[in-house]
């Protein structure tokens, strides 16, 4: 190692642990991150250093940082009996973290720790022994059909906004964009003409997605009748609220909580309109290759798993439209027939 290289990794090494979470977070800047994934880690470690700041090791340097640090606080975050403390969008509520939620600051600390290694704070991957705890792995029931009508049915078609809300949720439905990818777009990303719309998924990487003739229509009425003029003359971005500014991940949250509340459908959330296209897409006879391409999945394996509830939704509809069910006959002695008018 050169005399430079050496004194580089001398000043890095003298760090406090906040100084090196602010260049952390200028490097995903620099590499070109989405600001989504930037704010989720911003969120993170920002959490850490003040858990730490409350201890009083606010000015912890690089080379003190150990594994029971992290152990410390995700113990305090399983513990903590309120969510969103000093989130900007949302106020303080009673209730425990998610286990996913926290598995999620486990491992934003374990990628910060490997930079950390690999840019010369330190010399061994401090937070390896981190153990992210383990999220329960839950069946995802996506919407049915009749669920799919009622939350359709459920937003005013001829307003501004219904007809905004409208086009958001086909978009959802039709295309399976993520709720960040779905606010981010422009105008000049949605192309009418080739029924496609253009989305910078994770990574900043650039997807054409298709778009079917309704959930078109849908956005072609919104931004011919009712959307409203930018408050910001060069703003471009395709869904804006009321007054003319960009509409926020939050107020499409919003929004979908109040169709939640509306029909009475307790488990809807936005990324469970892309959980619901996907399985929708294999049911019609869709392939898994194309919808990986769709989705943007960076593997095949994150595609397969719509796969097995689509095979469930099957099973559901021939248990509905058996043609030997509904031939009414009772073979065997076993039930009674079923006359069907």
């Known amino acids: 190692m050169n005399t430079r290289a050496h004194e580089v990794q001398r000043r890095r090494m003298g760090s406090t642990l906040a100084e090196a979470v602010d260049n952390y977070l200028a490097l995903l800047v620099v590499e070109g991150k989405s600001p989504h994934t930037i704010r989720w880690y911003q969120r993170k470690l920002r959490a850490f250093l003040k858990f730490l ?31 969103y403390p000093d989130h900007p969008h949302h106020r303080e509520v009673a209730g425990r973290l998610s286990p996913t939620t926290i598995n999620g600051f486990a491992r934003s600390l374990r990628a910060f720790s490997s930079w950390l290694q690999e ?12 153990k992210p705890p383990k999220v329960p792995k839950t069946l995802i029931k996506p919407l049915s059909e009749d669920e799919l009508r ?27 964009v993520r709720l960040s990818e779905l606010t981010d777009l422009k105008m000049q990303d949605f192309d009418a003409g080739l029924g496609e719309c253009k989305v910078f998924g994770k990574g900043a990487e650039e997807r054409i997605v298709p778009i079917g003739y309704a959930a078109k229509r849908s956005v072609i009425r919104y931004i011919e009748r009712f959307r409203p003029e930018p408050l910001n003359p060069r703003e471009d971005r395709l869904f804006l609220t009321a007054d003319g500014r960009p509409l926020s991940r939050n ?3 919003q929004m979908v909580a109040r169709l939640k509340r509306r029909t009475g459908i307790p488990r ?62 009772a073979i065997g002695g076993r039930g009674r027939p079923r006359h069907r008018r």
């Open 119 to 130: 840019d010369g704070y330190t010399q061994a991957n401090v937070l390896r022994p981190l």
């Open 251 to 253: 107020a499409v949250g």
């Open 150 to 176: 009622k939350i359709l049915l459920a937003i005013p078609h001829d307003s501004p906004e219904g007809a905004r809300n409208l086009a958001i949720v086909m978009m959802f439905c039709d295309t399976g």
């Open 268 to 329: 809807l959330h936005p990324h469970l309109f892309r959980h619901t296209f996907a399985v929708r897409y294999l049911v019609n006879g869709g392939d898994v290759f194309s919808l990986q391409r769709i989705l943007g999945h960076k593997s095949l394996e994150m595609t397969r798993r719509y796969i097995a509830l689509a095979n469930t939704d099957i099973k559901d509809r021939h248990r509905q439209y058996s043609p030997m069910d509904n031939l009414g006959l």
């Open 53 to 83: 700041a409350d201890r009083g090791e606010e000015h912890l340097m690089i080379h003190e940082l150990s594994v029971d640090h992290a152990r410390e606080f995700i113990r305090f975050l399983m513990e903590r009996s309120s969510k």
